[in-house]
């Protein structure tokens, strides 16, 4: 995305639906320009145009796995460096789904002695190139878009362990500390990780606040450690305050 994009969309996610003619104003560009970024927004699925102007899309599902891989890319690095410089050689994870989340493997990549469970196919293969972590793959379903492994099977896999921290990623998060996703069976996976860790680390870049996933998974007052890339939204900032979670900034 270029900078106009980003602007434009960090706009719709803080204000909601805008017309066409405030966005041109706003970003001090022609009114033929703003439709031309929305439809490349749209065809990218990160924008809905509706009767007098354009918002957030739908939040019934998520935006394509190849997509979400390459937005934001040097926000999720950030972000996924500095969680784990914070990582002690010799812990034990469990690592979710979710593009920032294959970041943080990647940053993993030189610590000892780790032992890693994981219900993503990704992490686990990005992982397994490190000979001094131990990698265990949860078993179930595998969902092709983004190789990620939930159900039933998923779930009663996870509650055998107890880890000393859990690594999630999410869809959505809401001004009051609601943690939101997009698939049930994965919500229910990411529940029985957090249950199961004596620490729960949440990687989100800012995007993430303001996107309206359909399911429920929990609240940030279940998040020991809160890694993203910008400062938190003010309502946000009150409710993370108010639920003791540490925010930690990786800043540019």
């Known amino acids: 995305m270029t900078p106009r994009h980003r602007r434009l969309l960090d706009h719709i996610r803080q204000h909601g639906d805008t017309s066409v003619d405030e966005l041109a104003r706003i970003l001090g560009v022609t009114t033929q320009t703003i439709r031309r ?6 065809d990218a699925r990160l924008l809905a145009r509706y009767h007098g102007g354009v918002g957030i899309p739908s939040t019934v599902e998520n935006i394509d796995y190849d ?12 972000i996924a460096q ?29 610590h000892k002695g780790l032992r890693v469970i994981t219900n993503n196919l990704n992490v686990a293969s990005i992982l ?45 998060i809401e001004s009051d500390g609601t943690l939101l996703d997009y698939d049930y069976r994965e919500v229910r996976v990411t529940q029985a990780i957090m249950e199961q860790s004596r620490e729960v680390w949440l990687v989100a870049d800012h995007t993430k606040f303001g996107r309206h996933a359909m399911v429920r998974l929990g609240s940030i007052a279940q998040v ?6 910008l400062p938190l939204p003010p309502e946000a900032a009150d409710a993370f305050e108010k639920a003791g979670v540490e925010v930690i900034i990786a800043s540019p």
Do not use: H, P, W, Y
Request: proline fraction near 0%.
């Open 37 to 42: 970024d929305i439809r490349e927004l749209e």
């Open 67 to 78: 997509q979400r891989r390459e937005m934001d890319m040097e926000a999720k690095c950030r």
């Open 82 to 110: 500095l969680a784990a410089s914070q990582v002690e050689n010799g812990r034990s994870l469990i690592i979710n789904i979710g593009t920032t989340n294959e970041e943080v493997s990647k940053a993993l990549l030189r």
């Open 128 to 172: 397994s190139n490190n000979e001094d972590t131990e990698v265990i793959i949860a078993g179930g379903l595998v969902r092709n878009r983004d190789r990620g492994v939930i159900g039933e099977a998923t779930i009663d896999f996870m509650r055998q362990f107890k880890v000393d921290i859990g690594i999630i990623g999410v869809s959505g």
């Open 224 to 229: 020991n450690k809160f890694f993203t890339d």
